[in-house]
């Protein structure tokens, strides 16, 4: 059905290579429609997607159907919201309405059809964002890549030999392959950042209780938030505004954040991580030459850059895995489902169940001194740059192929610096800064303190300027 004056399904344009805020401005003006846009980017997902499996779930005939409906929408009353006709895709972990949630487990593969959206979903197909399917995730989104059971593995557009990271490694493939504008992610231990930067993405953790559809624990137990990924910063702050103005948010906008001086600003480097002694942490050269050129460029650009004298309490290693693996517990599983488990989540359970009361309290209570005890050190410096990944993503299968505590260490060492920030509580941004000789793409991690989500996306933008070309 086409509403009389909606602009014709296919302009003739090419749609390739536009940001998600040229394809807003497009949308706003009636240059492009719904149904044209979601085209564009199902024609791309049924393209690209058997070789990468970003999707777990596909479902074209539905994001049709809601892209008419916006360009009716749009024909009698302009646009929906700040995402009208923007095409998306949640993670398998996230409830959308006539969609199945599988939690990428064999356990939950066969789950009923979701009647209702989650309320980050509904926040954002509120702003008027429509949904091509439901994005592969590993299973219960724990590991650090995207692959599980029930579906294709999560590939990297820059190597499809390898992980896309995770937990939102499906998401980032499909952003960085073009399937999608943008997407939104969670992030509970790097499952936002970590995808970001294998896939050369930019990548936005919020501040814990920051978007307000996410839990609003103060908890170092309360770990995961919600946020964007996209190609540049520009297009994360346009999907992060939309995120902050689901119910009880304000609709606060962030381009302006983009383009406002932030000043100079004293910014930290470090490569200390928490992890270790207790893991060996070896970075490639490439996550070092990173780093030093994101510090230079920013050196060079008036801030004032010194090494960050970080020392980090002993004991993160053991206390954040407690933390960690206890929040499987709370996965409410069937009876007799353990052996449908996969191998590194069956582990984490039985961790888990092994847990007295006694000593989860006192990891939760060594854990918030030492999260305490860094911001303190952190908060030296206006930002704080790390690296993101310690070496390139691993191939397709490394992690699992691995027995499950020599899995669940690889991990760690891949991704030394993410989980930390969670702990604290604080936001951070991945920010892709070079590519190397075998074109994979390697980033820095900003760190800000709270409430600098828009500052970071700034600063974030500014260095995609520093480092053009």
Same mark, same amino acid.
């Given at each position: ?10 302009? =003739? ?14 949308? +706003? ?37 809601? +892209? ?9 009353? =302009? ?181 406002? +001086? ?21 970075? +490639? ?50 009876? =007799? ?116 989500? =828009? ?15």
């Amino acid at each position: 059905m086409n509403h009389p004056d909606t602009p014709a399904d296919a302009t =003739g344009s090419n749609l390739d290579g536009l940001t998600a805020l040229q394809l807003r401005d497009a949308l +706003a003006a009636g240059e492009e429609s719904a149904v044209a846009v979601t085209r564009h980017f199902l024609a791309v997902t049924e393209g690209r997607n058997p070789e990468l499996g970003a999707f777990i779930t596909f479902d074209p005939e539905a994001a049709l159907q809601r +892209a008419e409906e916006l360009d009716w929408r749009f024909a009698d009353a =302009g646009v929906t919201g700040s995402l009208h006709g923007l095409p998306l895709a949640f993670k398998d972990l996230v409830d959308v309405a006539g969609m199945r949630t599988s939690y990428g487990s064999r356990v939950t593969a066969q789950a009923p059809v979701a009647t209702e959206d989650d309320p980050l979903a509904a926040a954002l197909h509120a702003a008027g964002a429509l949904s091509t399917g439901k994005t592969t995730v590993p299973e219960f989104g724990l590991p650090c890549h995207s692959e599980n059971l029930i579906s294709a593995p999560a590939r990297n557009p820059l190597d499809p030999e390898r992980t896309a990271g995770g937990s939102t490694g499906g998401g980032a493939a499909a952003v960085a392959a073009g399937m999608l504008p943008f997407a939104p992610g969670s992030d509970g231990g790097g499952s936002i950042r970590i995808p970001a930067a294998a896939c050369g993405l930019v990548g936005l953790k919020p501040g814990r209780g920051t978007v307000p559809t996410d839990q609003q624990d103060d908890s170092v137990r309360n770990l995961t938030v919600s946020g964007p990924l996209a190609r540049n910063a520009a297009d994360a702050a346009l999907l992060y505004d939309a995120m902050l103005g689901g119910p009880g948010g304000e609709g606060r906008s962030l381009p302006r954040a983009l383009e406002a +001086a932030s000043g100079q600003l004293r910014i930290g480097y470090s490569t200390a991580s928490p992890f270790s002694p207790d893991l060996d942490i070896t970075l +490639a050269r490439p996550a070092v030459d990173a780093l030093t050129a994101a510090a230079a460029a920013l050196g060079r650009d008036g801030h004032e850059v010194v090494e960050a004298d970080l020392s980090y309490a002993t004991g993160y290693h053991r206390d954040f895995r407690t933390v960690w693996t206890s929040a499987l517990t709370k996965v409410p599983l069937p009876e =007799g489902a353990e052996p449908l488990l996969g191998p590194l989540s069956a582990h984490f359970l039985e961790l888990a169940r092994g847990y007295s009361e006694d000593h989860l309290v006192t990891s939760v209570g060594r854990l918030t001194d030492w999260a305490a005890d860094a911001r303190r050190q952190l908060a030296a410096h206006d930002v704080v740059l790390t690296p993101v990944l310690a070496f390139a993503p691993p191939a397709i299968g490394t992690f699992t192929a691995l027995p499950p505590a020599e899995d669940y260490e690889l991990q760690c060492r891949f991704t030394p610096y993410t989980s930390m920030v969670n702990v604290m509580g604080l936001p951070a941004i991945s920010v892709p800064v070079l590519r190397d000789a075998d074109g994979f793409s390697w980033s820095v991690q900003a760190i800000g303190r709270p409430g600098t989500e =828009g500052p970071l996306l700034a600063l974030a933008a500014r260095m995609e300027q520093l480092l053009a070309g």
